[in-house]
């Protein structure tokens, strides 16, 4: 082993040296425009401060080195490979079995603990990659040579709690208010445009504001098509457009709208805006997941904590990233991005003769931006990543990958997850940090107990974790769902 190294104690000293070095440079510095030379007092300061701190990072770099080698031969040892975590993920599983409730219930021989809360228990795994042992017990791995993890099945990457804004909530019932639409220029028709029209007359009322802020050249959208205004009329009421007129027939109270509208002149009257919105009220669910092990088991602490950040955090992860997006509301299931009725969709079949997958996901990525969000994720079906990784140009290369090193998950700069959370030929897009909001009401919690069947008698014991969570989707627009039916034709 190599000698300890007390690192806090080296880094205030390497800190401290550091210091002083820099003083004695200045000094030293000062000392040559003043007299054309440094003392001999300043110049050895400068050469032990600057002997000093090299030494300390000779010491840090012969320790790691050391630390280096030792773990390769112990890895080789045990063969085994190398499970490293992260080093950004908690260690929800230490922490309980390092908490007061769990060392009181081992010592006094219970098989019952008090409730521990651990911080971001699904965001701990995933360090860990295989798992071999008895079905429903975890006795099998209580085992004469210890390792430090339990291997576990291959588990799917945590992805959409890290997508969306993760807040905390003070209530177990949520108030908040759902955007279904926006628009920066807003105006209603006064009379009726039929097909072809070129003119279109606006109200004048208490809550609309004409044609005040059209401009000649702008877009605007009229039952769900974009026009371009042609001229706009001083009285503040009428435009027309540019073309050959509308293409269907607009109703009074039919809404113009605009992502961009002019300057407001003095005396002038000013644009007016619009938000629709409703305001929902949503509960925060519990979501859980328990574990049998033998009571044995107890007594491996390392065994308990690596099963807690995996195997028990998985099941939590799989339920809750299912109810983030297919929760349908109902009962305890939360109300999904998938589900929501204002989400914007989007079909391959809709598009241009020769569109690839890979169009029809750009292709929504615009239906997004067009509604002002950026979108910073996609999601979809290993299958559909499949097809478009494999995707070849006609001189039978691929297009999106270099098969020799691989490729940053990305489509047109956005980071994109495969993940089989999402069902094969659909996938979704969107803004998520914007568009959706996961409230933590009740962190992960921890409790052992053996009140379960016949538990008692056959000295097994079960270990739950569960949260309570609350799912609020504020911008429905933000997100587009994609279907791959078939290409268009």
Do not use: C
């Amino acid at each position: 082993m190599p000698p300890e190294l007390d690192i806090e104690e080296k880094l205030v000293e390497f800190n401290t040296s550091v210091t002083q070095l820099g003083k004695a440079i200045e000094q030293r510095d000062k000392e040559v425009k003043d007299f054309g030379k440094a003392t001999e007092e300043t110049g050895k300061a400068v050469d032990t401060l600057g002997e000093s701190v090299e030494g300390i990072k000779t010491e840090f770099t012969d320790h790691s080195i050391k630390m280096k080698e030792r773990l390769e031969e112990l890895e080789k040892t045990v063969k085994r490979p190398d499970f490293t975590a992260p080093s950004h993920l908690n260690n929800a599983g230490k922490d309980f079995v390092e908490s007061e409730q769990f060392k009181a219930m081992v010592g006094n021989g219970s098989s019952l603990s008090g409730q521990v809360s651990v911080k971001n228990l699904i965001n701990n795994l995933m360090s860990l990659k295989t798992l071999s042992g008895a079905a429903g017990s975890a006795g099998a791995l209580v085992v004469p040579m210890r390792l430090p993890d339990v291997i576990i099945p291959p588990q799917r990457p945590a992805t959409l709690r890290d997508l969306i804004t993760v807040s905390p909530a003070s209530s177990s019932s949520i108030d908040y208010i759902e955007q279904t639409g926006y628009a920066p220029l807003y105006a209603t028709l006064a009379a009726i445009a039929l097909a072809g029209a070129n003119t279109l007359v606006f109200n004048l009322g208490e809550f609309n504001s004409g044609n005040a802020g059209f401009f000649s050249g702008q877009k605007f959208s009229l039952n769900n098509v974009v026009y371009t205004v042609d001229t706009v009329s001083t009285d503040g009421v009428t435009i027309t457009i540019t073309g050959y007129g509308l293409q269907t027939q607009a109703e009074i109270d039919d809404e113009a709208v605009a992502n961009v509208f002019a300057p407001t002149a003095e005396t002038k009257v000013k644009p007016i805006s619009n938000i629709t919105y409703l305001k929902k009220t949503i509960a925060a669910k519990v979501v859980a997941s328990w574990l049998p092990v033998s009571k044995q088991i107890l007594k491996d602490a390392p065994q308990l904590s690596s099963l807690i950040n995996t195997q028990l955090a998985y099941g939590l992860m799989l339920s809750e990233e299912f109810q983030i997006l297919w929760g349908d509301g109902a009962g305890e299931n939360l109300s999904g991005i998938m589900t929501n009725a204002n989400r914007q969709t989007y079909s391959w079949s809709a598009g241009t003769v020769g569109d690839t997958k890979l169009d029809a996901i750009r292709r929504a990525m615009t239906l997004a931006r067009l509604a002002e969000y950026p979108v910073n994720g996609i999601l979809l079906h290993p299958n559909d990543w499949e097809d478009i990784e494999l995707l070849k140009g006609t001189n039978g290369q691929y297009i999106w990958i270099n098969v020799n090193d691989g490729g940053v998950p990305r489509l047109f700069k956005v980071p994109t997850t495969d993940s089989t959370v999402m069902l094969d030929g659909r996938f979704l897009l969107g803004a998520f940090a914007l568009g959706a909001t996961l409230y933590d009401y009740e962190e992960t919690t921890i409790e052992v107990a053996e009140q379960h069947a016949s538990y008692f008698i056959e000295n097994m014991l079960a270990i739950r974790a569960e949260e309570r969570i609350a799912l609020g989707v504020h911008r429905p627009e933000a997100f587009v769902d994609g279907t791959f039916d078939n290409a268009p034709v």
